[in-house]
């Protein structure tokens, strides 16, 4: 469990390096908080991370139930993966929008196969 740990760890702290990343753009163009309009730059930042806190409520409870029914080093990998996602994600939505594709599908395919073998082993437990 301590692989899923630390995978966990990662994941938080990628999150906030993504919260970071929207404040230092939030400075550099000068947008005011409340507003959370007004530069194309600090728009994606925040849609980074509001998408990535959108992926991490499936993600983060799947890679534990998996790792606790059926197998920690998968749940692990695929968190890995999921993470791994999350920056090919950033840095095509940074650039473009519409390329976005490959990162979500990355961190989408690995919390399926967490949500899928978790559930699996939560099945297997109650029969």
């Known amino acids: 469990m301590a692989l899923v740990a630390l995978v966990t760890l990662l994941l938080i702290m990628q999150f906030m390096f993504f919260m970071a990343m929207v404040g230092k753009a939030r400075g550099a163009a000068d947008v005011s908080?409340?507003?959370?309009?007004?530069?194309?730059?600090?728009?994606r930042n925040v849609r980074v991370h509001l998408n990535t806190l959108e992926q991490l409520m499936i993600a983060l409870p799947a890679m534990?139930?998996?790792?606790h029914y059926f197998n920690t080093t998968l749940a692990a990998s695929m968190g890995l993966l999921f993470l791994i996602g999350r920056f090919v994600y950033r840095a095509a939505y940074l650039a473009d929008p519409s390329k976005r594709g490959t990162g979500v599908m990355i961190g989408f395919l690995a919390s399926v196969v967490m949500v899928l073998t978790g559930l699996w082993g939560v099945i297997g437990s109650l029969i």
């Open 33 to 43: 908080a409340p507003a959370m309009t007004g530069d194309e730059t600090f728009e």
């Open 64 to 67: 534990w139930v998996c790792a």
